[in-house]
């Protein structure tokens, strides 16, 4: 038995498929200290309001409604018409129900905009997807239909004080050109928790409509909602701007809803795609957000329940990072937003990927830098010095992962 090259490229190993991998041995094996997926905090508010939003919509018949029956291939129109409404008048933006489209999570909604507008074209030429930020989120690597369909640009890199850093488009050196088929850049970022600047987005735009290309923002913490967002930014959308938002991080990741706001044209693409490839987005996760949108909830937990939570939890971690590694050993992106930190182990003397393989030994569960550099064409010795931690669990288990983190970089230079 062979496979297509189809076949071939998406039964080979990736980063994402290992994450997933690791993430459920975790899981399995009592003890692990889970810092390296992306699942979100289960926030008691959260699940207390979902449990009782799900009992009412039980009781009023539409739970069986929304789990009876196929929606249409953009997905449910009641939340497609009441989430333009909200855009609408809570930001400006000019979108009616015919500019959003639902897919069954984010990352499907990546695979159809990749390879949408990017990839060979009927007339035998091939456009890239450009991320003007590495290091980018991990889950972009894999999801092109060709190889070598994306490209990437280093930073600039701003050393701030207490130890921590950010990152900036390196606007001089942004590869830009007429292979470019899509710039895509998240805000904030996983997985550095970085959130470029108004005027970086600003520039970006231009930069995409000067070239007749979209601006993709994937916005799955971002503002209005779930608003996992600590800086003070403002909103973007025109036609020329796809944005794409999320459910999970509102707490609601097994319900795999994906939306994304853009043109006609490309939501009329996207459609189709929905319907040859899953017929319908589902349908659960929809008829929650619609019925959160109804009773004013959604943008008034995000800001209330949500937001506070995760900024209070990063704010805990960054404590205990500080009590056990020191600046010298250990600089802290700035955390302006999503739920991972990202440390940067100057000058170890060992990749990030033997510490990982390490940590893993003793039960802590981190994500080495060097996946999340889709596109990076020039070796860079920063990929290699990197890690990303999620700050959601239990402070607990957060100091105890720490403690062993800390003892295996000092193992390491101690080593060297």
């Given amino acids: ?144 239909l060709e190889e070598g369909l994306f490209v990437s640009a280093k930073p600039n890199i701003e050393l701030l004080p207490e130890g921590q850093f950010k990152y900036h488009v390196d606007f001089e050196h942004l590869p830009m050109n007429e292979e470019v088929g899509l710039i895509c850049v998240s805000r904030p970022t996983n997985p550095t928790g970085n959130v470029i600047t108004d005027d970086e987005l600003m520039q970006l735009d231009a930069l995409a409509q000067q070239h007749d290309v979209p601006l993709l923002i994937d916005n799955a913490y971002g503002v209005p909602f779930p608003g996992i967002i600590f800086s003070e930014v403002r909103p973007l959308w025109n036609p020329n701007i796809i944005l794409c938002m999320s459910l999970s991080k509102l707490g609601l990741p097994g319900a795999r809803c994906g939306i994304i706001i853009a043109d006609e044209k490309t939501i009329t693409a996207l459609s189709n795609m929905n319907g040859i490839i899953s017929l319908a987005p589902g349908s659960i996760g929809p008829a929650i957000a619609n019925e959160m949108i109804r009773r004013g909830d959604l943008l008034r937990l995000s800001e209330e329940v949500i937001k506070p939570f995760y900024q209070q939890k990063v704010q805990q971690t960054i404590a205990i990072l500080r009590r056990y590694l020191p600046e010298d050993r250990c600089l802290i992106h700035k955390p302006e937003g999503a739920i991972f930190l990202w440390l940067w182990f100057r000058d170890l003397p060992i990749t990030t990927e033997l510490l990982y393989q390490r940590l893993k030994a003793r039960g802590v569960l981190m994500v080495p830098g060097h996946f999340f550099f889709p596109g990076l064409e020039q070796a860079w010795p920063h990929t290699h010095q990197c890690m990303r931690m999620n700050y959601v669990p239990d402070a607990e288990n957060i100091e105890r992962a720490v403690q062993i983190l800390a003892e295996e970089v000092e193992n390491a230079w101690r080593d060297s």
């Fill in 1 to 144: 038995m062979s496979f297509s090259q189809f076949g071939d490229k998406f039964t080979q190993h990736s980063g994402i498929s290992r994450l997933m991998e690791d993430m459920g041995a975790g899981l399995r094996t009592p003890g692990t200290i889970m810092l390296g997926g992306g699942n979100p905090a289960q926030i008691p508010a959260m699940n207390d309001y979902f449990q009782q939003l799900l009992q009412q919509m039980h009781e009023e018949g539409k739970l069986s409604e929304a789990l009876c029956n196929y929606d249409g291939p953009r997905g449910k129109a009641t939340l497609l018409a009441s989430l333009a409404g909200l855009l609408s008048d809570e930001l400006g933006w000019p979108i009616t129900a015919q500019n959003i489209a639902l897919t069954n999570g984010s990352q499907s909604a990546f695979f159809y905009l990749f390879n949408l507008f990017a990839g060979r074209r009927a007339d035998g030429s091939k456009k890239r997807v450009l991320f003007p930020l590495a290091p980018e989120y991990l889950g972009y690597a894999d999801a092109g």
